[in-house]
């Protein structure tokens, strides 16, 4: 079944622990960023934090108790696009409260080989999200199957990550 609209929306507003993410592509084609990330390009930088509908989501399940995280499985060097994501976004978003991990696969075996981003809600429902070899997203499919691997690639992902703080700082 492929997910959007309120459906989609409200898989953020109705978890009751968790919401997580595996991220795997250097590079992610979003619309909404399209003109801060050709700032970026031409040297932009951007200092003051985020404040938005995310960022208040995360505020308001960190509040609650719950916790969104994911992981983002990069290679060095780092795309463009990640370098904005991680000044952009992610500094600001791990500063309130989003366990933000990096997996750096430069100099080692990648873990997790041939595993697509997914989103997973209280590793009880898990959508995979459809991309793009350009980073377009295409959609994202409730996955109907055995959720035993999601559960198995969170638990990896996590334990050959460091926090995105510990990462940046070298």
């Known amino acids: 079944m492929l997910l959007d609209g309120d459906e989609w929306t409200a898989k953020f507003q109705k978890f009751e622990t968790e919401a997580w993410r595996l ?3 250097p590079h992610y084609h979003v619309p909404q960023e399209a003109d801060e990330f050709s700032r970026f390009l031409t040297g932009e930088r951007f200092s003051e934090p985020i404040e938005d509908s995310w960022t208040s989501l995360i505020r308001n399940h ?3 108790g719950r916790t969104i995280g994911r992981v983002h499985v990069v290679t060095r060097p780092l795309s463009p ?3 904005f994501e991680f000044a952009r976004y992610y500094q600001h978003q791990a500063a309130i409260g989003e366990d933000i991990r990096i997996l750096d696969v430069t100099e080692r075996e990648n873990p997790l080989p041939d595993v697509q981003d997914f989103w997973m809600f209280d590793r009880s429902t ?9 980073g377009r997203q295409l959609g994202r499919e409730l996955h109907a199957g055995d959720l035993a691997p999601f559960c198995e690639y969170q638990r990896i992902a996590l ?3 460091v926090p ?5 700082a070298g």
Do not use: G, I, K, P
């Open 81 to 83: 696009y990640l370098q």
């Open 164 to 168: 995105f703080q510990e990462y940046v």
């Open 62 to 64: 960190r509040e609650a």
């Open 23 to 25: 991220e795997t592509m």
């Open 126 to 134: 898990v959508v995979l999200m459809h991309f793009e070899e350009d």
């Open 159 to 161: 334990a050959e990550s």
